[in-house]
């Protein structure tokens, strides 16, 4: 398949999109001729978007009325939506003892319960690009993470924000399914955005903990926000057009070393 303009005509919507993984996945969309609206509370990060086919929306996906007048503005501006990736994410690291009902609360609502909300607003437009383009011609990815497999020390409500995101993707598959709507997940491992860089440089000795971090995985280095759009474009398109409700690890061995 040529894949200069196999996004042509397809018109997705990003949570978390002005930075990491989702500002990847925008560009690379529009470099492969569809378009993308994103959505992300970072005022000045959506200001210096200037990506043609890519437009800004603020929203706290978090929220409810953000969310649903912002997939509202969207859908109005692409004439409609065909695909969802819920990449938004916060880290939280904390002990049990420390936690309070606030982070709590925060950490599980951007990381789990933004994707329903993204999913609940956007689906009647997704379910009618299905019905209209053919069972599984519709499609979302989340953003789960490594960390959603297996866990981390010290980050109870990110590690079990981020399987409930697994778990939501397959159920979700499964409820869709007749709709035409595809559902998968995607857990990265560690990757160079703004928020993984928020886990080692703040540390004491920042090169000995990205050092620690290296180890974890089997490829020993860390992932980049393009390979991880790379796979979110694959899981969005035609090729994947058999496969909904995975959990796909696109994280160095994480998983499995």
């Known amino acids: 398949m040529n894949r200069n303009r196999d996004f042509e005509g397809r018109r997705i919507l990003i949570t978390g999109g002005a930075s990491g993984i989702g500002l990847a996945t925008a560009r690379m969309i529009a470099d492969r001729g569809g378009r993308a609206a994103v959505l992300d509370r970072d005022r000045a990060a959506l200001d210096r978007l200037d990506i043609t086919g890519v437009t800004g929306h603020l929203a706290d996906v978090a929220e409810t009325p953000d969310v649903e007048a912002a997939v509202a503005a969207a859908a109005v501006e692409m004439g409609g939506i065909d695909g969802v990736v819920c990449a938004a994410g916060i880290d939280h690291q904390e002990p049990l003892a420390r936690i309070t009902d606030a982070a709590w609360a925060r950490s599980i609502g951007v990381n789990l319960t933004s994707p329903m909300l993204v999913m609940r607003a956007a689906l009647p437009h997704l379910a009618g690009a299905g019905a209209m383009e053919g069972a599984g011609a519709a499609s979302a990815v989340f953003i789960s993470s490594a960390a959603g497999l297996v866990p981390l020390k010290g980050r109870a409500s990110y590690c079990a924000a981020k399987a409930g995101v697994v778990m939501l ?16 997940a995607i857990c990265p491992g560690a990757i160079d955005t703004p928020l993984f860089r928020t886990s080692w440089e703040p ?19 860390i992932g980049t926000p393009d390979e991880i759009a790379a796979a979110v474009l694959w899981l969005l398109g035609p ?8 959990a796909l690890a696109v994280d160095g061995g994480r998983s499995f070393h």
């Open 169 to 184: 993707a397959k159920s979700l598959a499964m409820e869709l399914a007749d709709q035409g709507v595809r559902v998968n």
């Open 203 to 221: 540390t004491p000795d920042p090169e000995a903990t990205l050092a620690a971090i290296r180890r974890r995985y089997a490829l020993e280095r």
């Open 239 to 246: 090729e994947a057009g058999y496969v909904t409700g995975v």
